[in-house]
């Protein structure tokens, strides 16, 4: 549970961050929390569409991973 909780999320930012669709999906399937808030108010869709990552942002707004249901601009201009 710890692992799930506590390292998921963060792997699932730095993956986002980094263009890491696969390990994105692995993560998905295993459970993790895609839309979980980071420190600095980002999740993983946010760190995707700031880096131009398309594909992930499509695959996780297709999971409803957006915060309370928005979506974001920089996301739409992306994945449209």
């Known amino acids: 549970?710890?692992?799930k909780?506590?390292?998921f999320p963060l792997l699932s930012m730095q993956a986002a961050l980094n263009g890491h669709f696969e390990?994105?999906?692995v993560l998905a399937a295993y459970g993790a929390d895609l839309g979980k808030?980071?420190?600095d108010g980002n999740t993983p869709i946010h760190y995707a569409a700031r880096?131009?990552?398309g594909p992930i942002c499509k695959f996780l707004s297709q999971r409803g991973?957006?915060?309370q249901?928005?979506?974001l601009v920089q996301v739409m201009n992306?994945?449209?």
């Open 1 to 3: 549970q710890f692992i």
């Open 5 to 7: 909780g506590s390292l």
């Open 23 to 25: 390990v994105i999906r």
């Open 37 to 39: 808030v980071a420190s």
């Open 51 to 53: 880096q131009g990552f």
């Open 65 to 67: 991973e957006q915060e």
């Open 69 to 71: 249901g928005v979506v």
């Open 78 to 80: 992306i994945v449209t």
